[in-house]
């Protein structure tokens, strides 16, 4: 433990604090906390009670659009002559498709009962620019009988034979789209509506862009110019670059069909909602929103928070960080709670690479580095930029990052405060035994910090971490 901690923290009298659990991994951890300190949660949403009845009856009964059949026959020649490509999202997103729970059965019942041929059917893994999947992945989404039974093709974003030209969106970017979704005869895009700290929310449009596209388009999606927009946060699309480019090119692209889900923070399906490309994922946002705003009054001095399951790695915990921002006060401390369970703690190369940049150059550093003409677009470049607004607010010193999986001499190259700093100099395993000693000692001394003259900080407590939004209460029932 770094000396000046230890000395902030020892002798602290803390026997009047309370208990929270925190989640890491696949258990939580017990973290004591100022008694007054404000727990901020999203609402608790029961799952549906029949689900695989109601996800029938949403795709039977869609919105904005007419039912399956009447679309297929609207396109003019035989269903069984009929190519339909279904989008769907890969490994890394908890999409509800197999089972009797799922909604890949009851879409292929229909189609099927339509008229339309299985060998006529195309399960395209909407990828963006991550790995393609395994056969035990697509067993693991899809159910052991649809891997077997149908196509399942992966999108390759760098695979020049499997994009075509379609032409520009109004802001000159060029669109090159999967060509096995484009020629299909009917479109179809499945995916989970959950916040999304770039383009508002997820799934939707987004199932083909960033899925189904180019590098070249990709990168233009995840723009510093975009990302640099106040408007590119949770929850928030009017406005929203990100959102209005990926809805230009689904538009572009003709997605004739969605199916969307939205579940609770137990990962269980609350709401499934079928039919036209906007106006369905329309009502999965105001549900979505129903679920995970989290309206709040001030800002605090402390936030407590946790990398959830979509935590894997240092990449992915950018979310539970920059969710924090609405409700941290300027120069004021985030400590968030990590469990990387991914093979790279950290994430790829090139964002390992970036990041250290960001830590070298600051985030006006970073941002001008990639502003500047002579800047070659990198592959992970947006996800430093976000990390680039976290300190913006509060300071290298602010983000107090504690893990026992990212190495301690790996972590002095990512931004922030290393949860090794706050560690006693005693033997811990990688697990949540060594997490809790860190943010217990991260929070005594964040409480304690000399920054505060003497008063005491107010600390809030994000339970659901990357998922709950916390946002002030005049915007949370914004669109």
């Known amino acids: ?90 490994i890394t997103r908890p999409v509800p498709y197999k089972g009797d729970a799922g909604i890949l059965d009851p879409l292929l019942a229909i189609l099927h009962g339509a008229g339309v041929r299985r060998e006529n059917v195309t399960l395209l893994v909407g990828t963006g620019t991550h790995r393609a999947s395994t056969r035990e992945e697509k ?38 789209i999967n060509r096995h979704f484009f020629g299909a005869d009917v479109k179809i895009a499945t995916g989970l509506v959950e916040s999304h700290f770039m383009a508002g929310v997820s799934a939707g449009r987004k199932a083909i862009c960033p899925a189904l596209v180019s590098r070249r388009t990709i990168e233009r999606f995840h723009s510093a110019r975009f990302l640099s927009s106040p408007k590119a946060t949770n929850l928030v699309l009017a406005g929203n670059p990100c959102h209005e480019e990926a809805l230009e090119i689904a538009r572009k692209t003709g997605v004739d069909f969605i199916v969307n889900t939205v579940l609770n923070r137990r990962l269980e399906l609350i709401g499934v909602f079928s039919g036209e490309l906007e106006r369905s994922h329309e009502k999965a946002v105001e549900l979505v929103r129903r679920v995970v705003a989290v309206p709040v009054d001030e ?64 985030p006006e550093g970073y ?45 002095r190259h990512v931004p922030g405060t290393a949860g090794w700093d706050f560690l006693p100099a005693r033997v811990f395993p990688r697990d949540g035994e060594a997490t809790q000693a860190m943010v217990q000692n991260a929070l005594v001394y964040a409480y304690r910090h000399p920054k505060w003259g003497g008063r005491k900080p107010s600390v809030a407590f994000v339970k659901e971490g990357p998922y709950a939004i916390p946002c002030r209460r005049e915007l949370a029932d914004r669109p």
């Open 139 to 176: 067993v693991s989404m899809f159910g052991e009988r649809a891997a077997a039974e149908y196509r399942i093709i992966d999108h390759a974003c760098d695979d020049e034979s499997m994009l075509v030209d379609i032409g520009r969106t109004q802001s000159g970017t060029e669109i090159q």
């Open 367 to 411: 941002l001008a580095a990639l502003g500047n003409p002579a800047w070659k677009f990198t592959k992970d470049q947006w996800e430093p930029q976000m990390w680039g607004k976290v300190v913006q607010k509060v300071g290298e010193e602010g983000i107090i990052y504690c893990t026992s999986y990212i190495p301690e001499r790996e972590q």
């Open 299 to 362: 800002e605090h001095d402390i936030v407590l928070t946790h990398g959830g399951y979509v935590g894997i790695n240092h990449y992915q915990n950018a979310k539970a960080a920059c969710n924090a921002l609405p409700v941290v006060r300027e120069g004021g401390f985030i400590i968030l709670a990590a469990c990387e369970r991914d093979e790279d703690p950290v994430g790829p190369a090139t964002y390992k690479t970036l990041l250290h940049l960001l830590k070298m150059q600051g």
């Open 1 to 90: 433990m770094r000396q000046d901690i230890a000395a902030a923290v020892r002798g602290v009298d803390i026997s009047d604090w309370r208990t929270v659990e925190v989640e890491h991994g696949d258990r939580n951890i017990g973290i004591l906390v100022p008694p007054d300190t404000r727990e901020l949660g999203m609402r608790d949403f029961p799952p549906l009670a029949h689900p695989g009845e109601e996800i029938r009856k949403s795709i039977e009964n869609p919105i904005g659009t007419p039912p399956l059949p009447g679309i297929l026959k609207a396109k003019g020649k035989p269903a069984e002559n009929l190519a339909v490509c279904i989008a769907t999202s890969d």
